[in-house]
């Protein structure tokens, strides 16, 4: 793995269970390592990342904008192009970028489990069901997946599904998210208590 997909899928952990100082850090050294190596969409793709953590989401689109231009395969682009749409309000837009980075990198699954964020949060439970299967087909260590999609079968009256999926994220969880895994524990004794 080289390094600045190490440095991205670290940034995205980060952000992710928000650890914005280490996100922080990891765009910045993300942006170092790509103006070294020249790679003009790297280097926007970070500095996107950057106005992320400083909540600047049209800046950041503009950034990602470019990172698209120059790399019109970097999903992640799309992806957090249209979770900045989101933020700012824009939201029918925001499922077409994920659906373009869904074609430009299939393979991606973040953008599976965002697109799914996003439909859940919508009422699309059932469609978003299907986002997240799809992102945990793709990589199954996702806790973060795992407790959306409890989320998303609550949402549907599947008490059952929803606690095996938050059995899945608490056995997946890395150790030091311990104040996540308690949150986790307690949705898992809310839904037992029903």
């Known amino acids: 793995m080289?390094?600045?997909?190490?440095?991205?899928?670290?940034?995205?952990?980060?952000?992710?269970?928000?650890?914005?100082?280490?996100?922080?850090?990891?765009?910045?050294?993300?942006l170092s390592f790509s103006k070294d190596k020249g790679a003009l969409g790297e280097v926007e793709y970070f500095k996107g990342q950057l106005?992320?953590?400083?909540?600047?989401?049209?800046?950041?689109?503009?950034?990602?904008?470019?990172?698209?231009?120059?790399?019109?395969?970097?999903?992640?682009?799309?992806?957090d192009r249209a979770l900045c749409m989101v933020e700012t309000g824009i939201i029918d837009e925001a499922l077409k970028y994920f659906d373009a980075g869904i074609k430009a990198e299939p393979d991606f699954a973040t953008i599976h489990h965002n697109k799914g964020?996003?439909?859940?949060?919508i009422g699309r439970h059932s469609e978003a069901i299907d986002c997240f299967r799809k992102a945990l087909e793709l990589d199954n260590n996702r806790a973060v997946t795992y407790e959306n999609l409890a989320d998303a079968y609550l949402q549907t009256g599947d008490d059952r599904s929803a606690l095996d999926a938050l059995y899945k994220a608490v056995a997946v969880l890395k150790p030091q998210y311990a104040e996540i895994k308690e949150e986790l524990v307690s949705k898992i004794n809310n839904i037992r208590k029903i």
């Open 2 to 30: 080289d390094d600045i997909l190490k440095i991205r899928l670290d940034l995205d952990e980060a952000i992710t269970y928000a650890d914005f100082d280490m996100a922080k850090q990891l765009a910045h050294l993300g």
């Open 51 to 79: 106005e992320i953590i400083d909540e600047n989401y049209p800046k950041a689109i503009e950034h990602f904008d470019m990172a698209i231009k120059y790399n019109p395969h970097d999903g992640a682009s799309y992806n």
């Open 117 to 121: 964020w996003l439909l859940n949060k």
